[in-house]
């Protein structure tokens, strides 16, 4: 936490999910071998990285319970 914006992208190859005057958003899928693939988002606010997670997961299956 806290790396620069430009020192981030200097180091990684990210894909830009989103870029405004204050905020971006980045993203990053790594491919380990024999497992899925695991995505993580990068976020940064005034050029300082301030959050990193795998962002909002969409449900596999979604049960609807009928009466």
């Known amino acids: 936490m806290g790396m620069s914006e430009s020192e981030f992208l200097s ?7 989103k870029q405004t005057a204050d905020q971006s958003i980045y993203k990053k899928v790594n491919y ?19 959050q990193v ?8 299956a979604i049960i609807q319970i009928q009466q």
């Not at 180091?11 to 999910?17: D, G, L, P, T, Y």
């Not at 997670?53 to 596999?60: L, Q």
């Open 11 to 17: 180091k990684n190859r990210v894909e830009a999910v």
């Open 32 to 50: 380990p071998f024999g497992t899925p693939p695991v995505t993580k988002y990068f976020y940064f606010i005034d050029g300082k990285l301030v």
């Open 53 to 60: 997670d795998e962002g909002v997961r969409n449900p596999d």
